[in-house]
C-alpha cells in the first residue's frame, strides 16, 4: 500500500531534483554531421565551464571525446554562433572559441590551425574536398568603430590565400555544395531584415578557377523569409519559404519555386544560429521531415515524385538538427518524460532508435510533471498559447485549501518558442511545489508567420498582455494562487518580466536572467545582427526615442512595487551587465527587496555548472524568503537588500 502524502506549503516540498543534478543533466546536443558509417555531434559540457566538446561514435564502439581540452567548438559569428564544425573522410574542421580560428583535426593528432591570427570569425563550415577547401562564413572585425563586414569564402585546405566568393550583403549564410561541385546555393539578408523577416537564396555556378559566376537570386526577398538549402542526390535544390505565411518546403526546377506540400505548419525554427537543419534525404526523392504544429514538433515522410505526405507518429515533442547519414536519416529528439538524445530513423520498415542520449535520468516519472498545452482568449481579445505544468511530487502534496504559487515563464528571442522537451530545470520548480506556465505569447514561433509578427511595434506590450493574461487564467480555474504569482525571464524575456512588474500590479516577485531594462541604451550599442531588430519590435530609433523611453523598465522602477532577483554575466555581449546593475540599484534605492549575483566567466547564457547551480538555488532562497515558505534544501545564503536578516 502506498505510503500516504506528507502535507506541506507549495514551495517547501524535498524534492530529488536538486540543482546539482539540474547542472549535472545540462549537456546540450549540438549539430550532428554523419561521415561514412561514423557520427560526429556537439556536447556542451556544464562541469567543463560549458566547453563544446566533439564525439565520435563509429559502429560498434562507445562514443568516444575527440576534441582534447581546452580546445572548444564554438563559432561567435552574429554572436549566437553555430555551424562550429564539419568532417569529410575523418578529418574534422571546426572553429575553436577561445581565438576563433579554424583548425584541423585528423585521429591522434592534435588540432592544426588553417587559418592565422587575426579579426575575423567563421561559422557554417562546408567542405569542397574536389577544390581542397573548406566553405563558410568569414566576419570580418578589422575595421574597428565600424560593423562588421561579411562574405563568403573558400579558405584552402593547404597552403594558399582566403578567396571571397561572393560580398556586399550585410549578412550570409548556409553555403550548401551541389552533388556535382558545379553550382553553389547560400542565403544573403540586409538590414534592417531579421532572417526570419526577409532573406534571398542565391545561386552561383562555380567556375575551374574556384570563383564563382552568374550569381543570381532565385527565391526570397523582403517580406519573404528562405532557410535551409538543400540539394537532393540528383542535384535538385530544395529550401524552405514562409510566401504563404508559414515555413513549407520548396524545390526549383527550371528556376521556379514548386511548393511540395502545403501545411499550416512550420518546418524550421527562426534561424537565430548557423546550420539549423530540419530535413533530409533518405533517397532522390524521399524526404524526412520536421515540423511543428502547436507548439510540438512532429515527424513526417515526403515523396517529391507523387507529392504524398505520411506524417510518423512518435513520443517525441522536440526534433531537430535533421541529418543524412548511411542507410538512415539522424536527428535531435526530445519529449517531456526523456533526455534529448541523438536518433536514428530506418526507413523500412519505418522505426526509431535511440543512439545517445544527453545523459542518464534516474527520477521517477511521479517527481515528472507534464506540460498541457493550453489555448484561451485572453483579456484583451487575443488568442493566447501556453503550456502548464502543475506541481507534481510523488511524496507531497499541498496543505487543503491553498493553491500552488505560479512562475510564468517569458521566453527570449523574443522570436523563439518554448520547449516541451524535458527541463530539468523547469521541473525543479514542479517539484518543490510551483505551478508553471511557459508562454508562447505573440510574436513567439511556431504558430505561422502572422502570429510572429503579431508583436510588432508591440514589443513590452502585446508579450506582457500574453504572460498577464496567462497568470489570471490560471489562477480563475483554480490551478494557481492568485496572490502569488511569480515572472521569470531570460534576456528579452527578461524585458517582458521587468515589464509587466511595472505595468500590472498582480505579480508577488520577479527573476530576471541577463534581462534588457533599457531599450534605448540597447538601441544605441548593438550587435550587429539585432542593430535595426527593434525597429521591427518598436519602431525606429531616435525618430521614435520617446516610445523606447516610454517602454524601458529603467524609466518606471516607481511603478515596480515588488521583489526581484537578478543574474547576469559579466561576459555578456548581447545586453551588456550594466542593464541589470542600473534596475538592481535603483531599485535597492526605492527600499525594495532586491538581490543581484554576477558571474565572471559567463555572456549571453549561462553555460558554467556552478553558474547554473547557484542560480537556482539563490532563486529557490529568494522565493523562499519573499513569499514566506521555507524550502527543504540547505540553501547558501543570499544577500537581499532591504529585508530582515533570516533567522
Request: aromatic share 10%; net charge negative.
Amino acid at each position: 500500500m502506498a505510503a500516504a502524502k506528507k502535507r506541506a506549503p507549495y514551495g517547501s516540498w524535498a524534492s530529488p531534483i536538486g540543482a546539482d543534478l539540474v547542472a549535472s543533466a545540462a549537456v546540450g546536443l549540438g549539430r550532428i554531421a554523419a561521415d561514412g558509417l561514423d557520427l560526429y555531434w556537439l556536447e556542451t559540457r556544464p562541469r567543463e565551464k560549458g566547453r563544446n566538446v566533439l564525439v565520435r561514435l563509429r559502429p560498434g564502439h562507445e562514443p568516444l571525446d575527440i576534441l582534447p581540452a581546452p580546445y572548444s567548438a564554438r563559432s561567435r559569428v552574429n554572436e549566437y554562433g553555430g555551424g562550429a564544425f564539419t568532417v569529410r573522410d575523418g578529418a574534422v574542421f571546426f572553429v575553436n572559441d577561445a581565438d576563433q580560428r579554424l583548425y584541423k583535426l585528423v585521429p591522434d593528432e592534435s588540432p592544426s590551425p588553417l587559418t592565422p591570427p587575426g579579426p575575423f570569425r567563421y561559422a557554417d563550415l562546408t567542405v569542397d574536398a574536389g577544390r581542397r577547401r573548406l566553405l563558410c562564413i568569414r566576419e570580418d572585425y578589422s575595421q574597428p568603430g565600424r560593423e562588421p563586414m561579411q562574405a563568403l569564402v573558400g579558405i584552402p585546405l593547404d597552403d594558399g590565400e582566403s578567396i571571397i566568393l561572393s560580398q556586399g550583403a550585410d549578412f550570409y549564410s548556409s553555403p550548401r555544395l551541389s552533388p556535382d561541385g558545379g553550382h553553389l546555393a547560400w542565403i544573403a539578408w540586409n538590414h534592417p531584415c531579421m532572417p526570419w523577416d526577409g532573406s534571398e537564396l542565391h545561386l552561383g555556378v562555380l567556375a575551374g578557377d574556384g570563383l564563382l559566376r552568374e550569381e543570381t537570386s532565385v527565391a526570397g526577398g523582403p517580406e519573404e523569409s528562405v532557410c535551409q538549402p538543400l540539394w537532393s542526390p540528383a542535384g535538385i535544390l530544395h529550401f524552405l519559404s514562409d510566401r504563404t505565411g508559414w515555413w513549407n518546403l520548396y524545390r526549383l526546377l527550371d528556376r521556379q519555386a514548386e511548393h511540395l506540400y502545403a501545411v499550416e505548419a512550420d518546418f524550421t525554427e527562426p534561424p537565430w544560429v548557423f546550420d539549423q537543419a530540419n530535413y533530409a534525404f533518405l533517397n532522390a526523392t524521399r524526404i524526412l521531415c520536421a515540423y511543428t504544429q502547436g507548439g510540438v514538433w512532429h515527424l513526417g515522410r515526403l515523396e517529391t515524385a507523387n507529392g504524398r505526405w505520411e506524417p510518423f507518429e512518435t513520443p517525441l515533442t522536440m526534433i531537430s538538427g535533421v541529418q543524412t547519414a548511411a542507410n538512415c536519416v539522424v536527428f535531435l529528439g526530445g519529449s517531456p518524460g526523456l533526455p534529448t538524445a541523438v536518433m536514428r530513423y530506418e526507413d523500412r520498415p519505418a522505426r526509431l532508435v535511440t543512439i545517445h542520449a544527453a545523459g542518464t535520468l534516474s527520477i521517477s516519472d511521479a517527481y515528472l510533471s507534464r506540460p498541457r498545452h493550453i489555448t484561451f482568449l485572453g483579456g484583451h481579445g487575443q488568442q493566447t498559447h501556453a503550456f502548464y505544468y502543475a506541481p507534481l511530487n510523488h511524496d507531497f502534496t499541498g496543505p487543503d485549501g491553498e493553491l500552488p504559487p505560479l512562475i510564468v515563464l517569458g521566453h527570449g528571442g523574443p522570436t523563439s518558442a518554448a520547449s516541451t522537451s524535458l527541463r530539468l530545470d523547469l521541473q525543479f520548480w514542479t517539484s518543490r511545489g510551483f505551478a508553471v506556465a511557459d508562454v508562447n505569447y505573440r510574436g513567439s514561433s511556431g504558430y505561422g508567420r502572422e502570429y510572429r509578427r503579431a508583436l510588432y511595434g508591440n514589443w513590452g506590450v502585446a508579450d506582457v498582455e500574453d504572460c498577464v493574461d496567462t497568470a489570471l487564467y490560471l489562477a480563475g480555474r483554480g490551478l494557481a494562487d492568485r496572490g502569488r504569482p511569480i515572472i521569470r525571464g531570460s534576456s528579452a524575456g527578461g524585458f517582458t518580466a521587468l515589464s509587466a512588474l511595472a505595468l500590472y500590479d498582480i505579480f508577488a516577485a520577479g527573476a530576471c536572467r541577463y534581462a534588457i531594462g533599457d531599450l534605448a541604451a540597447l538601441a544605441l550599442d548593438p550587435v550587429k545582427f539585432e542593430a535595426h531588430y527593434a525597429d521591427s519590435l518598436i519602431g525606429p530609433y531616435p525618430e521614435m526615442r520617446d516610445v523606447y523611453l516610454q517602454r524601458s523598465p529603467i524609466n518606471h522602477t516607481e511603478d515596480l512595487n515588488c521583489p526581484i532577483i537578478f543574474f547576469h554575466g559579466l561576459d555578456d555581449k548581447v545586453v551588456p551587465p550594466a542593464q541589470s546593475e542600473i534596475m538592481a540599484s535603483a531599485l535597492r534605492d526605492k527600499g525594495l527587496p532586491v538581490a543581484y549575483l554576477a558571474f565572471p566567466g559567463e555572456g549571453h547564457g549561462f553555460r558554467q555548472a556552478e553558474t547554473i547551480k547557484r542560480t537556482l538555488e539563490a532563486e529557490l532562497y529568494f522565493y523562499g524568503r519573499v513569499l514566506g515558505f521555507v524550502p527543504a534544501d540547505q540553501l547558501e545564503p543570499l544577500e537581499i537588500a532591504n529585508t530582515k536578516p533570516s533567522c
